[in-house]
């Protein structure tokens, strides 16, 4: 019967399937297993996943020496968590430092080593060795920050190493070094203009993005600072005038979103509809106080899962659902995971390669099915 389907409807119906199901479709045929693999099918997918908030959490932990992810699949329930293979072996030990999501894959790190891993794929990549930067000076202080993202106008993807010298008395300098996956290889640009007093990195699917809790040349706070993966410079996206302290900041339907604590007594949450422009932001809602487990003060935003309900975390990691329409929260107990876990990540179930190569176009896609020897028999 799939072989009276047209072309672009079986690509269609294939592209909306979770990606288990389409890993075990690669062993249907050899056109299924070429058309899956191809870049083109894999964007495709990505988008489709990305459009209808087809979101999972993965919740990492260390304990016994040991490196643990736990997946929650928040299409269709929130209660049961599945073990994945944590890439252990890849890091060279368990402590690991968790430094962005993007696309479904992962950029993970410590002292030994750095690896991209897509979780859903199992597939992961390890960096080349960070070559030797500015030697450290006697009596200074020394902190990275890091971060990940895609360059839709490149193709490629991107690491970002932000290493901060503070010697006693002298001016905070920084020097930066980017990875990129389709060269494999390191090097140095310029320094940033702003202090390494950021917060973690905001889950998106493109330029990373920082809460910046101080700068280096001023004494502003609560700004969210930009790494434009294409120009390879800093910049600052602006927001509402109105809002006062932002608590934190994420990524809400694929749009960057605040969390604007008031007073101790509730907390609004800003979107930013049309992405770098300041007059699009505005209210989606508001969360009382009395509404919600603990404190509003250490909320963070996790994702808009389905219409009317809201994904939070708060200090202590425990996971908050709150609906917007009740106006009303409730704590998730979740089976199948540690008590405690040190990272909860957003990320998107996807068939995204660590491979490198470029996107084909549909008609090409197409174009491919019908030149394969089966499709011909066809």
């Known amino acids: 019967m799939m072989g ?7 690509i269609n119906i294939l ?10 479709f690669r062993c249907v045929s050899k056109p299924w297993c070429s058309l899956i693999d191809d870049s083109d099918f894999v964007k495709m997918h990505l988008n489709h996943a990305i459009q209808k908030n087809k979101f999972n959490l993965l919740l ?21 968590a599945i ?3 944590f890439p252990r072996e ?16 992962l950029y993970l790190h410590n002292g030994q080593n750095d690896i991209i891993w897509n979780p859903c794929t199992r597939e992961f990549k390890r960096l080349p ?16 920050l890091y971060g990940f993202g895609y360059s839709e106008v490149l193709d490629d993807y991107k690491v970002l190493k932000i290493t901060e010298f503070c010697p006693e008395g002298d001016f905070v300098s920084s020097e930066i070094m980017v990875y990129t996956l389709g060269t494999n290889s390191w090097r140095v640009i310029d320094g940033a203009p702003y202090s390494i007093g950021f917060g973690p990195q905001l889950i998106g699917n493109s330029n990373p993005h920082w809460l910046v809790s101080r700068y280096a040349i001023s004494s502003v706070s609560g700004s969210i600072v930009c790494f434009d993966l294409v120009s390879e410079k800093f910049g600052e996206i602006e927001h509402p005038q109105c ?21 101790e007594t509730r907390a609004d949450v800003w979107v930013m509809k049309d992405y770098g422009v300041k007059e699009s932001w505005f209210k989606l809602f508001t969360i009382s106080r009395s509404t919600v487990i603990r404190t509003l003060e250490f909320l963070g935003i996790l994702c808009l899962p389905r219409k009317g309900i809201v994904l939070l975390e708060d200090f202590y990691h425990h996971l908050v659902l709150y609906n917007l329409k009740l106006k009303k929260a409730r704590n998730l107990k979740v089976c199948g995971v540690p008590a ?14 660590l491979k490198s190569g470029t996107y084909v176009g549909q008609e090409q896609l197409k174009r491919k099915m019908r030149q394969s020897p089966e499709m011909k028999a066809k």
């Open 4 to 10: 009276n389907l047209p072309e672009d409807m079986i």
């Open 15 to 24: 592209s909306r399937l979770p990606v288990k199901s389409l890993l075990r």
């Open 60 to 80: 990492l932990s260390e304990f016994d020496d040991e490196g643990y992810a736990h997946t929650i699949d928040c299409d269709t329930s929130y209660t049961e």
């Open 83 to 85: 073990e994945l293979d």
């Open 90 to 105: 890849a890091l060279g030990s368990s402590r690991f430092i968790f430094s962005g999501s993007c696309n479904g894959l």
């Open 129 to 144: 060795k960070v070559p030797k930067g500015r030697e450290k000076l006697d009596f200074a202080d020394e902190e990275s």
């Open 243 to 263: 809002i006062g302290n932002i608590v934190s900041a994420g990524m809400i339907g694929g749009c960057l979103c605040l969390l604007n604590y008031l007073e």
């Open 340 to 353: 405690k876990w040190d990272e909860t990540v957003v990320y998107v179930g996807s068939l995204v390669s």
